[in-house]
């Protein structure tokens, strides 16, 4: 028996549920903040992530399913999605125009590491990116929006922030950081690869003997400019004047090396010790970085299995209204059938081609979760009606058919 490969995984009868609800809250949501639904390739050269996503992450060290295809072209699954959405942004020239994007993505993201409960080799992710919006109002806006997410999901989770400042905000932060590194020992080897390459790469490390060695790091705060510090404030005060609540974190730098100004994420101990569920911020020089003009961008990204596994242990009711249709004779399959198509205009039939006893059906029915039962038998074929039983209120009665779209 062929099995699935290690770390991909079927998502099938309540995960699937669960995977589409997920979904259309985030579609929901994202459209009514003005966010507009594109498609992006699952596979890119590899040099886009090399780039943008950068050396020093355990991304590009570690974990992306690279390889060389039959055009002798090194290309690569996605390892995240906004990589590939400022790709997109960039070549279809939206940046020589100075556009205002907004467009939402989900789909699967690839990285070759450990599978476990809630991280798998392929997972899925749901994305939105904002590009051309300069005013810090949209990193509130979007952190908002991911805000009304969780709490229409019904997920409980803590909001983190911090700012990483502009080019010449990390520049002094990076060598007062790199001093401090310098005079400590006992570093896990991916935290020197780390000096080495981006030393703010170090205070994201999740090593507890690390932790303890940068527990009096340099902070980022304190090396903020006049204009940098002014939009970190405006975020906070939207985020504030909106009841939303936050925790000022000085080591949250997110896992990508693109972020500047903002970074959030939201954390959730549903599954695991304050594990992050979602998060992003501001990536203004990536545009820029990857060949495109000046601009600005802000966007996040949430685990959706991560969510589905919070899902799991709430309460939902998977009912959708299921209409069971079937014959006790195989002579009224083909006038049924008829009456199947007719009924899914509006609503979800599903129709049984068997004839069988009614016992049987009603048994398949309940299997299905159906809420209404149809059947024809002699007595509703002979007055062109059917039986009609509502499964969860246990009603009962008989149907015309010439009424039926009326009477459900």
Not at 37 to 61: A, Q
Not at 83 to 109: L, N, P, T
Not at 172 to 183: G, I
Not at 210 to 217: G, N
Request: hydrophobic share 35%.
């Amino acid at each position: 028996m062929i099995k699935a490969i290690k770390g991909m995984k079927d998502i099938e009868e309540k995960e699937a549920f669960l995977y589409k609800k997920i979904i259309t809250v985030c579609e929901e949501i994202a459209t009514n903040y003005g966010f507009h639904f594109v498609n992006l390739p699952h596979l890119e050269f590899t040099n886009l992530f090399k780039r943008t996503v950068g050396e020093s992450s355990d991304i590009v060290g570690k974990e992306m399913y690279e390889f060389i295809d039959k055009g002798e072209n090194e290309v690569c699954l996605r390892p995240e999605g906004t990589a590939g959405a400022v790709r997109a942004y960039i070549e279809h020239k939206f940046d020589k125009q100075g556009s205002i994007k907004k467009w939402f993505y989900h789909g699967s993201m690839f990285r070759y590491e450990r599978p476990q409960k809630g991280r798998l080799r392929e997972f899925h992710q749901f994305g939105v990116e904002s590009f051309g919006e300069a005013s810090a109002y949209e990193d509130a806006n979007v952190i908002l929006m991911l805000n009304e997410i969780l709490q229409k999901l019904k997920i409980k989770a803590k909001l983190k922030i911090n700012s990483l400042g502009c080019q010449n905000c990390m520049k002094d932060f990076r060598e007062k950081l790199l001093v401090f590194l310098n005079s400590k020992e006992g570093f896990c080897d991916d935290c020197l690869r780390r000096i080495k390459l981006n030393p703010i790469r170090v205070l994201d490390c999740k090593n507890d003997n690390c932790a303890k060695l940068i527990d009096k790091h340099p902070k980022m705060s304190e090396c903020l400019c006049e204009e940098c510090k002014k939009d970190f404030d405006l975020v906070k005060k939207v985020l504030k004047d909106n009841d939303l609540e936050y925790e000022l974190d000085d080591r949250l730098v997110r896992g990508l090396d693109y972020y500047n100004k903002t970074a959030f994420e939201f954390v959730s101990d549903e599954v695991g010790a304050k594990s992050s569920i979602a998060g992003g911020g501001r990536y203004d020089k990536l545009i820029e970085y990857l060949g495109g003009k000046k601009g600005y961008g802000v966007g996040f990204a949430l685990g959706i299995e991560r969510f589905m596994s919070i899902l799991e242990k709430q309460e939902i009711n998977e009912e959708e209204d299921l209409i069971y249709l079937c014959s006790l004779d195989k002579l009224y399959i083909d006038e049924l059938f008829k009456i199947a198509i007719r009924l899914r205009r509006n609503k979800k039939v599903f129709f049984s081609y068997e004839a069988k006893k009614l016992v049987k059906h009603l048994s398949n029915a309940d299997n299905l979760k159906a809420s209404i039962f149809l059947c024809m038998g002699e007595n509703e074929a002979r007055n062109q009606s059917l039986f009609y039983k509502h499964l969860k209120k246990k009603e009962e009665k008989q149907i015309l058919i010439k009424n039926l779209e009326y009477e459900l």
